[in-house]
């Protein structure tokens, strides 16, 4: 089993969030800097995604959208302008993404950004490499660069499975040290769910992902659920618990909606 800790990185985050334009949140920094191991068999990761969309549709909400995001710290080796272009062609053909504008490059001091960033009604995507000077050890620098892509497919869930398998198979051929996958499956119901039924909701998910649930926090606007199924292969480790399952629940007073998200690992932006 793959288990990603998160200690000792504070002068990393400090670095890394402290410029204005990037985008890695602070989940991201943290699982930047572990090695992830041995790869999962694609055929295995199709499946476990797979049991995570089914487990999904039976949340019966409705809206459905999900995303897929992998940060991933490319190989040790110097890359190029014109290699870091390629990159990002690789990867949007990949994906089936049609690269028909010129990719933005951005620069501050040793900081770099090249990425590109596409609206569609049905998706949108964003393919993107970071550059950084980071200390490996007492006075020792290297520049660091990370593979950063992102897809919302803004109504359904069924196709992100098969992007993740496309993600991991483009990576293994550009190369890479570490990497981690987030997925997100979010939908709507209607009005404001009691207590009891937001309960009944994520314990649901989680038995149906044969898991268990580790901690559990209901803060009235807000009710998260963080769990633990060996059906997956991932996992990180808060507060002694294993978790690679988390559920977020939220109601919308403006359009009288109830919002369930399920994500693994973890959700990685603000709720």
């Known amino acids: ?12 985050l400090k670095q890394i969030l402290s410029m204005k334009r990037t985008k890695v949140t602070l989940y991201m920094a943290m699982v930047l800097w572990v090695a992830v191991g041995t790869q999962l068999i694609v055929n295995r990761v199709f499946q476990e995604d797979f049991k995570i969309t089914e487990a999904f549709i039976k949340s019966n909400t409705e809206e459905m959208q999900s995303s897929i995001e992998v940060v991933a710290e490319y190989k040790t080796g110097f890359l190029s302008d014109g290699d870091k272009k390629n990159i990002i062609l690789g990867l949007a053909e990949a994906i089936g993404l049609t690269v028909d504008e010129e990719i933005t490059v951005w620069q501050e001091g040793t900081r770099s950004e090249y990425f590109f ?23 020792v620098i290297e520049m660091r660069h990370y593979i950063i892509v992102r897809l919302n497919i803004l109504k359904g869930i069924q196709s992100v499975d098969q992007y993740k398998v496309i993600l991991e198979d483009a990576l293994e051929k550009i190369g890479f040290n570490s990497r981690q996958f987030t997925l997100k499956f979010e939908g709507n119901r209607e009005g404001n769910l009691s ?7 994520a314990l649901l998910l989680v038995e149906e992902l044969q898991g268990e649930i580790a901690l559990e926090y209901d803060e009235g606007d807000l009710y998260t659920v963080y769990a633990y199924t060996g059906m997956l292969n991932e996992y990180v480790t808060s507060m002694g618990n294993k978790i690679n399952v988390q559920i977020a629940i939220t109601y919308n007073e403006l359009t009288n909606k109830t919002k369930i998200a399920l994500a693994t690992p973890v959700l990685n932006e603000s709720w």
């Open 195 to 201: 207590n009891e039924q937001k309960h009944e909701v």
């Open 117 to 139: 960033f596409k609206q569609a009604k049905q998706a949108t995507s964003e393919i993107k490499i970071v550059s950084m000077e980071q200390d490996v050890e007492e006075d």
């Open 1 to 12: 089993m793959k288990n990603i800790r998160w200690d000792n990185i504070g002068n990393t």
